[in-house]
T-cell receptor, first 112, second 116 residues
Framework: DAEITQSPRHKITETGRQVTLACHQT?????MFWYRQDLGHGLRLIHY???????NKGEVSDGYSVSRSNTEDLPLTLESAASSQTSVYFC???????????FGPGTRLTVL | DAKTTQPNSMESNEEEPVHLPCNHS???????IHWYRQLPSQGPEYVIH???SNVNNRMASLAIAEDRKSSTLILHRATLRDAAVYYC?????????????????FGGGTRVLVKP
């Protein structure tokens, strides 16, 4: 069955380190998204991509970057992790156009 | 993006219907009404969406007011597995493939508690 996976599921890192969270989908969806979820907030969009070599900033993109070299993967990189980036991160994908979004299981990141 | 207003929480008894209201008084003519839910420790999942007419699927029904300024998600027979946070989201139809309408803007949602 097609699916969307995230790795790692849990990560503890130190302030200042570079961290990369992986997202992989097997639906061949054009659109991929990264959100973060914090207590007291709904999900907030970090970055999104509508296809290979396309990336766009969301509402909370500072300190994060993404690259899209193929259809299946959209890795999220924290250039220099900060404690404020402790959160649960969700990746999602959707078909081209107006399709529903399918979410991954999430990655819980703790920055000490 | 047009905003939605939902109650913070609702309680229901198992096997009874649940009606989740959503107000969206600034909705535009091209906004679709989407509902997603998030079960504990999981990512959100799509529930249903509609534009003007009421919609039914295997998970729920969506009742849309005639003036489209409000809508109600109906879970016909709540089960313990329906305990989740339910999000009402407005999405504009993208005129271009790259249009921003493909994004989801999540509010606080309604936390549904189902009692056995």
């Amino acid at each position: 069955d097609a699916e969307i996976t995230q790795s790692p599921r849990h990560k503890i890192t130190e302030t200042g380190r570079q961290v990369t969270l992986a997202c992989h989908q097997t639906w061949n969806h054009n659109n991929m998204f990264w959100y973060r979820q914090d207590l007291g907030h709904g999900l907030r969009l970090i970055h999104y991509s509508y296809g290979v070599q396309d990336t766009n900033k969301g509402e909370v993109s500072d300190g994060y970057s993404v690259s899209r070299s193929n259809t299946e993967d959209l890795p999220l990189t924290l250039e220099s992790a900060a404690s404020s980036q402790t959160s649960v991160y969700f990746c999602a994908s959707s078909p081209r156009g107006f399709g529903e979004q399918f979410f991954g299981p999430g990655t819980r990141l703790t920055v000490l | 993006d047009a905003k939605t207003t939902q109650p913070n929480s609702m309680e229901s008894n198992e096997e009874e219907p649940v009606h989740l209201p959503c107000n969206h008084s600034t909705i535009s003519g091209t906004d679709y009404i989407h509902w997603y839910r998030q079960l504990p420790s999981q990512g959100p999942e799509y529930v249903i969406h509609g534009l003007t007419s009421n919609v039914n699927n295997r998970m729920a029904s969506l009742a849309i007011a005639e003036d489209r300024k409000s809508s109600t998600l109906i879970l016909h027979r709540a089960t313990l597995r329906d305990a989740a946070v339910y999000y009402c989201i407005l999405r504009d139809v993208p005129r271009l493939i790259k249009a921003a309408g493909n994004k989801l803007t999540f509010g606080g949602g309604t936390r549904v508690l189902v009692k056995p």
